[in-house]
């Protein structure tokens, strides 16, 4: 069982910054792919960024390609998203989210989720 609590969202002007935290418990934390979604109001869940276990492979979806950054340390069983030059298109929540592996987490074939944190951006 892996179990995923985000932290790091609020409300940002359009062109600021946030960075993501998900903490995750469990002794099998490094083994797993990690990933981002977010879903804003009326849409669906949608796909942000994976990486892989070992850092070795990262993924993003086009709209953020240049913007966010993906990253994980496993010693601390913590995985990031670092957002700048954020635009009021990426006010969602964000959620964690751990698959097997990589190509999974991207796919949407996750096996754990987070409960969101909330990421609003002014225009």
């Known amino acids: 069982q892996v179990q995923l609590v985000e932290s790091g969202g609020g409300l940002v002007q359009a062109g600021g910054s946030l960075r993501l935290s998900c903490a995750a418990s469990?002794?099998?934390?490094?083994?797993?792919?990690m990933g981002w979604f977010r879903q804003a109001p009326g849409k669906e869940r949608s796909f942000v960024a994976a990486i892989s276990w070992n850092r070795g492979r990262t993924y993003y979806a086009d709209s953020v390609k240049g913007r966010f950054t993906i990253s994980r340390d496993n010693a601390k069983n913590t995985v990031y998203l670092q957002m700048i030059s954020l635009k009021p298109e990426d006010t969602a929540v964000y959620y964690c989210?751990?698959?097997?592996?990589?190509?999974?987490?991207?796919?949407?074939?996750?096996?754990?989720w987070g409960q969101g944190t909330q990421v609003t951006v002014s225009s």
């Open positions: 469990g002794r099998t934390f490094s083994t797993y792919a």
């Open positions: 989210a751990a698959a097997q592996n990589v190509g999974m987490v991207v796919a949407g074939g996750v096996d754990y």
